[in-house]
Antibody
Framework: EVQLVESGGGLVQPGGSLRVSCVAS????????MTWVRQAPGKGLERVAT????????YYVDSVRGRFTISRDNAKNSLYLEMNSLRVDDTAVYYC?????????WGQGTLVSVSS | DIQMTQSPSTLSASVGDRVTITCRAS??????LAWYQQKPGKAPKLLVY???SLERGVPSRFSGSGSGTEFTLSISSLQPDDFATYYC????????FGQGTKVEIK
């Protein structure tokens, strides 16, 4: 069974930094593109960042480019999102996701709150 | 990026109604279109993947269809548990989502 388990969310002040993590199991992590998706309170779903299976390329939504960094450690079956210069409008639940054998799988999400 | 336009944004219906939600894409893509149901405070639940494949455990009253730039999710007979928000997603190229459809009780 595919499992994605996020951690690392919390409350941070504007301008601060936070790293969220995701541990994957139940599939060959090193073969899969992985994506962070977020959902702000009362809003829709938004792709934030995507990374190739070998980590060689990363793709970001315009609003986070230059502030967020997606990375992975295939030896640890882990995905990361380093978030710097956080803004109030980055407040959201952040989901670790990936397409496995044609199906999109999601973690339970981790809440990042940016507030003074 | 492929833009997904979902309609309607809100749908009022009664138990037993047949409902249809539509997503239109800004450009054609292959079969990688998914539909989700989301309830407040919960992660999205996958209903349909690859346009028309029903996820394990999802009731058969849900179905997906379409191709090219137009895709639909249908619920053949709306049940009380189905009142929720639904999203489409293309995952053919750098994923994008529709804006969501809230299915409300009429």
């Amino acid at each position: 069974e595919v499992q994605l388990v996020e951690s690392g969310g919390g409350l941070v002040q504007p301008g601060g930094s936070l790293r969220v993590s995701c541990v994957a199991s139940g599939f060959t992590f090193s073969n899969n593109w992985m994506t962070w998706v977020r959902q702000a309170p009362g809003k829709g779903l938004e792709r934030v960042a995507t990374i190739r299976p070998d980590g060689s390329d990363q793709y970001y939504v315009d609003s986070v480019r230059g502030r967020f960094t997606i990375s992975r450690d295939n030896a640890k079956n882990s995905l990361y999102l380093e978030m710097n210069s956080l803004r109030v409008d980055d407040t959201a639940v952040y989901y670790c996701t990936g397409a496995v054998t044609g199906r999109v799988c999601w973690g339970q999400g981790t809440l990042v709150s940016v507030s003074s | 990026d492929i833009q997904m336009t979902q309609s309607p944004s809100t749908l009022s219906a009664s138990v037993g109604d047949r409902v249809t939600i539509t997503c239109r894409a800004s450009q054609s893509f292959n079969k990688y279109l998914a539909w989700y149901q989301q309830k407040p405070g919960k992660a999205p639940k996958l209903l349909v993947y690859e346009t028309s494949s029903l996820e394990r455990g999802v009731p058969s009253r849900f179905s997906g269809s379409g191709s090219g730039t137009e895709f639909t999710l249908s619920i053949s007979s709306l049940q009380p548990d189905d009142f929720a928000t639904y999203y489409c997603q293309q995952y053919d190229s750098l994923w994008t989502f529709g804006q969501g459809t809230k299915v409300e009780i009429k």
